[in-house]
């Protein structure tokens, strides 16, 4: 099975500033139901070399990190339907091997964000006309400053970035946000400490992270997105790296023996 990631620069010509229909991609309200016990991935590479992962919003493609050799590669496993075993490929972004990692994709899944380290750490990304199409080639995200980011997650929309922002033993979790999808980002302001590898929920009413050395996953919520999140409250005993699925009824965290995913039933609106 192979996947052309390359070509179709028309998708450039796309209005960034819309969706094509929000209300097929608005957020539910989540923060109340809880996630089941993690259920594991078939490994692809073997162990905890698996990292990084992100469910497409219907759930069928799964992007991931691996560095089995040293350097950091991202690949696509895909599935023609849930339930099915995932296919995996190495994905080609064009750009420079061994150093693209914490993939982040909008609810249209239109648009994949990633980390790509060079000389300095930065966030890059690639759109698509829609699903069934391959992506563009990879541009800067602009606005994020001249800081080394560890890992994104971007919002369904496209307008607001959570990223974590690694110097040396220090990690510290910042915001920003767009007036338009193809805007650079701005306001750039910090919200907690010792925080890494954040993913936040559709409605943005959670946040789930690990801390600095440990494999442990923490929670925060809120009542409302422009509120500050409330204390800290332990989730996982291991599970890293984690993701929230743009449909926020799946979370995919690495684990010793893979990739694992928890899932929960969210309310209908």
Known sequence: MALALVGCNQVYGLDGTTLDDPSDFEPKDCSAVRFNAPMPIAEFAGGDTEFDPQLSPDGNELWYVTNPNGPYEMFLATRPAAGMPFVTMKANLTVEAGVNKDPSMTADGRR???????????????????????????????????????????????LRIYYHEENGTIHTLWFASRPTRDAPFEGNRMLFEDVMFPTVSADELEIYYNRYGSARLYRRVRANKDDPFGPEEFILDEGTDPDIAPSSNQLVVGRAQGLAILERVCPMK
């Open 112 to 158: 994949l964000m990633f980390v790509h380290i060079a000389s300095d750490s930065f966030v890059m990304e690639v759109l698509r006309d829609d699903v069934a199409s391959p992506f563009g080639l990879p541009r800067i995200v602009a606005g994020l400053g001249n800081r080394p980011i560890g890992a994104i997650d971007v919002s369904w929309d496209g």
